[in-house]
T-cell receptor, first 113, second 108 residues
Framework: SAVISQKPSRDICQRGTSLTIQCQVD?????MFWYRQQPGQSLTLIAT?????????ESGFVIDKFPISRPNLTFSTLTVSNLSPEDSSIYLC??????????FGSGTRLTVV | QKEVEQNSGPLSVPEGAIASLNCTYS??????FFWYRQYSGKSPELIMS????GDKEDGRFTAQLNKASQYVSLLIRDSQPSDSATYLC????????FGAGTRLTVKP
């Protein structure tokens, strides 16, 4: 299955700033998925990113807050904008693993102060 | 109604016992079902997938699917302390939807 390199692994950011998270996959994939996992909670899908088209956002998530870039079939970025303490979470990218579920990046732990 | 529901636990079993984890889902058209294990501070890892009614066994793990009842379960036989983790049930339509997870503790 695909291997995903995600960075940064963690960051502490000031309110009002932005953080960009990068995911690099070792093979070409059609879709990449971005999830948020709040402390003690399960994974919530933020958006699905296809190469060459705008990302599809889930209810409650908007492009202005979570802009996504998908410039090619192996790379994607998620930016969390205008940070507030409520954005403190783990953010995960994932890809379909050959039809056998998803493979996840190692996650980015964001703390907003 | 949540798309995927699990008992949040925590579930505690003694070492060597069978741990039983349960999950129900709301979307009848779902075709693919998965169990992920997530250790604290780590990302989820896929441990089982099941697509048709019945049982699927892989080592100490058995996944069970009943589409008529919209029910998925995971049995862990001969539980080990290393099995202590949160287990996430997931259902795939166009994308993966996760339950809240069940925290399992296996006591030596």
């Amino acid at each position: 299955s695909a291997v995903i390199s995600q960075k940064p692994s963690r960051d502490i950011c000031q309110r009002g700033t932005s953080l960009t998270i990068q995911c690099q996959v070792d093979s070409q994939v059609t879709m990449m998925f971005w999830y948020r996992q709040q402390p003690g909670q399960s994974l919530t899908l933020i958006a699905t990113a296809n190469q060459g088209s705008e990302a599809t956002y889930e209810s409650g998530f908007v492009i202005d807050k979570f802009p996504i870039s998908r410039p090619n079939l192996t790379f994607s970025t998620l930016t969390v904008s205008n940070l507030s303490p409520e954005d403190s979470s783990i953010y995960l990218c994932s890809v379909a693993a050959g039809g056998y579920g998803y493979t996840f990046g190692s996650g980015t732990r964001l703390t907003v102060v | 109604q949540k798309e995927v529901e699990q008992n949040s636990g925590p579930l505690s079993v003694p070492e060597g016992a069978i741990a039983s984890l349960n999950c129900t889902y709301s979307d009848r058209v779902s075709q693919s079902f998965f169990w992920y294990r997530q250790y604290s501070g780590k990302s989820p890892e896929l441990i089982m997938s099941i697509y048709s009614n019945g049982d699927k066994e892989d080592g100490r793990f058995t996944a069970q699917l009943n589409k008529a009842s919209q029910y998925v379960s995971l049995l862990i036989r001969d539980s080990q302390p290393s099995d202590s983790a949160t287990y996430l049930c997931a259902v795939n339509r166009d994308d993966m939807r996760f339950g809240a997870g069940t925290r399992l503790t296996v006591k030596p």
